[in-house]
């Protein structure tokens, strides 16, 4: 069966940091994966997309890396900071054109 | 980004009643409409795909009786929640996509809790 997991229900680090959050997916073919951040009662908002040929991609403190052989992405957020503290969800496309979303980590960071 | 506007943003029902949910795109139109579920600390459950003019793709274990999809334009979608019973209480949020681009917008979610 197909899933989408995230390395951590939870992830408590020190502000300036780099918190380095795990996606790995069985039974998927992605052509790219995606990753998002939810607040509490809030939709989810799009952060970054990266595509089944590259490697890496970074917007402002953002990397994520994507690797199609062992299935995995990792998501950096690198000098961290408390507005850090959310949700984040990764989400694989599916056949028809629909977002199946991972289990989620809820990153806090400790001032 | 593009906007999604889900309303309501919170609603109290009655067991038995029926709740109409709706979401619309504002500055783009939406192919495809989406429809999740989320329960407290757990992660979005798609739970129908929706697109303008036909009838909806619901994901297994999802009753389409009981959760009526209706895409009536690019860009309004609704879900109504039929008799509604308090295990049907959870997060409900939208989804709009389009072709333009490959991200899909989210609404704000609608809290439905039944009493």
């Known amino acids: 069966s197909q899933k989408i997991e995230q390395n951590s229900e939870a992830l408590n680090i020190q502000e300036g940091k780099t918190a380095t959050l795990t996606c790995n997916y069985t039974n998927y073919s992605p052509a790219y994966l995606q990753w998002y951040r939810q607040d509490p009662g809030r939709g989810p908002v799009f952060l970054l997309l990266?595509?089944?040929?590259?490697k890496e991609k970074r917007k402002e403190r953002l990397k994520v890396t994507f690797d199609t052989t062992l299935k995995q992405s990792l998501f950096h957020i690198t000098a961290s900071q408390p507005a850090d503290s959310a949700t984040y969800l990764c989400?694989?496309?599916?056949?028809?054109?629909?977002?199946?979303f991972g289990t989620g980590t809820s990153l806090t960071v400790i001032p | 980004g593009a906007v999604v506007s889900q309303h309501p943003s919170r609603v109290i029902c009655k067991s038995g009643t029926s709740v109409k949910i709706e979401c619309r795109s504002l500055d783009f139109q939406a192919t495809t409409m989406f429809w999740y579920r989320q329960f407290p600390k757990q992660s979005l459950m798609l739970m129908a795909t929706?697109?303008?003019?036909?009838?909806?793709?619901?994901e297994q274990g999802v009753e389409k009786d009981k959760f009526l999809i209706n895409h009536a334009s690019l860009t309004l979608s609704t879900l109504t929640v039929t008799s509604a019973h308090p295990e049907d209480s959870s997060f409900y949020i939208c989804?709009?996509?389009?072709?333009?681009?490959?991200?899909?917008?989210f609404g704000q979610g609608t809290r439905l809790t039944v009493v």
């Open positions: 990266i595509r089944e040929n590259e």
């Open positions: 989400a694989l496309e599916g056949a028809g054109n629909q977002f199946y």
């Open positions: 929706s697109n303008e003019g036909s009838k909806a793709t619901y």
């Open positions: 989804s709009a996509w389009t072709a333009m681009n490959t991200e899909a917008f």
